[in-house]
């Protein structure tokens, strides 16, 4: 899976959605950028990436909802939903029934800000005082045995053998 963090201007419902709901569909689609006749161009699959997230928010901001979304619809008529209620911690993986909501038209959406995949798109850092045992999580992790002065780099997520050391 591939994560293009990107910031894009805030979009909204076009109509309501309820808490089963697999697919919402926005105010528009159009991205950032200018095209060379200034026109503002629409967002496509590609600007994601393969994997992609957005989150719902109340006008207040005391409430969100963090899903992930398929991005090859997102100039589709509805933008399927693959992943709901998702936590808050950065786990793009874990639903938690209780966070999926119902949301009326004229929800803000945030595609690309505001979410967890800028976190989880970055390596992380973990060290300890022997080699790694654990399987990686994600490619690119890095992990820093402090007694031997050794480092790791992850380069899969099969087994604890995916970690490489580098020096």
């Known amino acids: 899976m591939s994560i293009k963090p990107l910031s894009v201007p805030q979009k909204s419902l076009s109509?309501?959605?309820?808490?089963?709901?697999?697919?919402?569909?926005?105010?528009?689609?159009k991205g950032w950028g200018l095209n060379s006749l200034g026109v503002n161009i629409a967002l496509t699959a590609s600007d994601f990436g393969t994997q992609a997230f957005c989150v719902f928010r109340n006008d207040t901001g005391t409430i969100i909802e963090i899903m992930e979304f398929d991005p090859a619809t997102i100039a589709n008529a509805s933008i399927t939903i693959l992943k709901r209620g998702l936590n808050f911690d950065g786990d793009p993986t874990t639903e938690t029934a209780s966070y999926k909501l119902d949301w009326p038209a004229g929800t803000t959406v945030h595609f690309g800000t505001d979410i967890p995949q800028l976190f989880n798109s970055y390596s992380q850092i973990s060290s300890g005082i022997v080699a790694p045992i654990s399987t990686p999580s994600k490619i690119g992790h890095i992990y820093v045995d402090t007694v031997a002065k050794k480092l790791y780099f992850a380069t899969g997520t099969s087994s604890s053998a995916d970690w490489t050391i580098a020096n």
Do not use: A, E
């Open 15 to 29: 109509q309501s959605i309820t808490s089963s709901s697999m697919t919402f569909k926005v105010n528009n689609i």
